[in-house]
Nanobody, 118 residues
Framework: QVQLEESGGGTVPTGGSLTLSCAIN????????MGWFRQAPGKEREFVAS???????TYSDSVTGRFTISRDKTNNTTDLKMNNLTPEDTAVYYC????????????WGQGTQVTVSS
């Protein structure tokens, strides 16, 4: 069984920064991609960023240049560093994982709330 746990959420003012962390417990696939998603009130969940086993990172247009995803393979963790936050970034942030070659994210965390005050 694989479990993901996010941490690091909170409330920051516009222009502030936060770093979210995601820890994977259990036995994930040998090689896997880590992703971050978010869901704002009244909106569908959307992709934020991902990083492959080989370190290739991808970002949504709305966060490119402001967010950075990283991972620690040894400790099975991934971080999402968020800079220059705006109220539009307010959402519950989720981390997820999928094995290499699989298109769907099969394991998800419970989410952590990020609130950006104006």
């Amino acid at each position: 069984q694989v479990q993901l746990e996010e941490s690091g959420g909170g409330t920051v003012p516009t222009g502030g920064s936060l770093t979210l962390s995601c820890a994977i417990n259990g036995r994930p696939a040998r090689t896997y991609t880590m992703g971050w998603f978010r869901q704002a009130p009244g909106k569908e969940r959307e992709f934020v960023a991902s990083i492959t086993w080989s370190g290739v990172d991808t970002y949504s247009d709305s966060v490119t240049g402001r967010f950075t995803i990283s991972r620690d393979k040894t400790n099975n963790t991934t971080d999402l560093k968020m800079n220059n936050l705006t109220p539009e970034d307010t959402a519950v942030y989720y981390c997820a994982t999928r094995p290499l070659g699989v298109s769907n994210y099969g394991y998800w965390g419970q989410g952590t709330q990020v609130t950006v005050s104006s």
